[in-house]
């Protein structure tokens, strides 16, 4: 459902990603691991277009584009990518003038431009799917770091996208908001969700991702599922990285 193909993304002569190659089966769900500034949300931006790859090719479903130094892609052919994946930032990026309610519907009425009792309706069920009903009509503010995650889950998956990106959703939260964040995302899995999510949550990577992907220095180290590579990584550059998770979750 998801493929890349040979995608580099350099700034200037600082190469962050380097020839990624990777196929993702609609419904799996895949977590990014690595050393920090390894590429791993660089990889998801690529996916989305929030960052342009210099080389290589991007499939989602039907849609392919196509990337060469020099070429500038058409807004038509962003949007056919962008409309099929919802993205989960690290630190929420609420509209904070925005209730949790009209922060999901937004969105759908600014940009599809549906009816806004359509996108009430639809933005009242998501927030009921991630627990967050009873705050409707809170200000972001008042929230905790956990619940403005939940609903920017909630405006993510709105406009019904293939595949759902999530960069770093735990780690601006504590353990037990963490946790809030981690059973939403357990669910979306249970119930099929296409997941790709760049994290340094041993917990959430081991609990809900099928397939684990290492990135460092911009290449993929190691793939694998998720119990094995956790288990017994066959490169040692990955059984440093896992110990140091490890060792930070036994701390904290």
Known sequence: MIELSGITKAFGTNTVLSDISLKLQEGSVT???GPSGGGKSTLLRCINLLEMPSSGTLKIGEAQVTFSEGRRLTRPQIQLIRQQTGMVFQNFQLFPHRTALENVMEGLVTVLNWPAEKARSRAMALLEKVGMAHKADAWPATLSGGQ????????ALAPS?????????????DP??????????????????????ATHDLRLASQIA?????????QVVETGPARALFDAPTQER??????TLKSAGTAG
């Open 31 to 33: 977590a990014l691991i």
């Open 161 to 173: 996208p293939r595949v759902l990106l999530c960069d770093e959703p735990t780690s601006a939260l």
């Open 176 to 197: 037990e908001l963490a946790a809030e964040v981690v059973d939403v995302l357990a669910q979306l899995a249970r119930e099929g969700t296409t997941m790709v999510m």
């Open 238 to 243: 990955t059984a440093r990285f896992i110990a």
């Open 210 to 218: 099928e397939t684990v992907i290492v990135l460092d220095g911009g």
């Open 148 to 155: 403005q995650q939940r609903i920017a889950i909630a405006r």
